[in-house]
């Protein structure tokens, strides 16, 4: 399986990106959302389980980004909302056999889409 993410840009602070991970067969993992600063550790976002009844978040992003996926499409969304300058990253999808919130567990990573948030 492998995973492709997209619809990074640029956008002004308060705005919104949606960001997609597509997969290239059905998986039947949890995937999950991180990001990597320049500088700084990749770190989780968001996760949701396979059925998309188990869903992760950081604590930073909480009610503003929400993570969806359409199995039928193979696709992982993440809806980003208010964002912020110190949203800026880069992006990755990451898959895992295991459950949304076991953020050690994603082993199978797509490449990255950047997200610029300007002031």
């Known amino acids: 399986v492998q995973l492709q993410a997209s619809g990074g840009g640029l956008v002004q602070a308060g705005g919104s990106l949606r960001l997609s991970c597509v997969a290239s067969?059905?998986?039947?993992?949890?995937v999950g959302w991180f990001r990597q600063a320049p500088g700084k550790n990749r770190d989780f976002v968001a996760g949701?389980?396979?059925?998309?009844?188990?869903?992760d978040y950081a604590e930073d992003v909480k009610g503003r980004f929400i993570i969806s996926r359409d199995n039928a499409l193979n696709t992982v969304y993440l809806q980003m909302n208010s964002l912020k300058p110190e949203d800026t990253a880069v992006y990755y999808c990451?898959?895992?056999?295991?459950?949304?919130?076991?953020?050690?567990?994603?082993?199978?990573w797509g490449q990255g889409t950047l997200v610029t948030v300007s002031a």
């Open positions: 067969e059905r998986t039947f993992s949890s």
């Open positions: 990451a898959a895992s056999l295991g459950h949304p919130w076991m953020r050690t567990s994603y082993d199978l």
């Open positions: 949701i389980s396979r059925s998309g009844g188990s869903i």
